[in-house]
């Protein structure tokens, strides 16, 4: 299951990670966030000792969706080393697969 990311444990999971890692930014009420969270929690399974898969909900975390720009849900964010590397807005199943399998 992806872990979820929030105010409290975003820089202890995400940026001080040792994997790449993945994060799902969506909103509880976001259609496609919702549409495509089972095929997430298959990511997890998948690339799990290769890559950390997490979820942050937008409006739970207002700091964060603001530093990192987040303007529309689903957005994915992409870390390495605690750097943000990439970025892609929309639920589209390759690109995404292709980012991250770009972080490996």
């Known amino acids: 299951m992806a872990l979820e990311i929030n105010n409290d444990n975003f820089e202890k999971i995400v940026l001080q990670s040792e994997l790449?890692?993945?994060l799902d930014v969506y909103t509880k009420w976001c259609g496609p966030c919702r549409a495509i969270?089972?095929?997430i929690e298959q990511l997890t399974t998948?690339?799990?000792n290769r890559a950390f898969i997490g979820k942050m909900?937008?409006?739970e975390c207002p700091d964060l969706t603001a530093k990192y720009e987040i303007r529309s849900v689903p957005t994915f964010l992409f870390f390495?080393?605690?750097n943000i590397?990439?970025?892609q807005s929309g639920a589209n199943k390759d690109a995404i697969i292709e980012k991250l399998n770009a972080l490996l």
Do not use: I, R
């Open 85 to 87: 590397v990439d970025k």
């Open 46 to 48: 998948e690339y799990e």
């Open 80 to 82: 390495k080393n605690g």
């Open 57 to 59: 909900d937008a409006e």
């Open 37 to 39: 969270a089972p095929w």
């Open 20 to 22: 790449p890692v993945m």
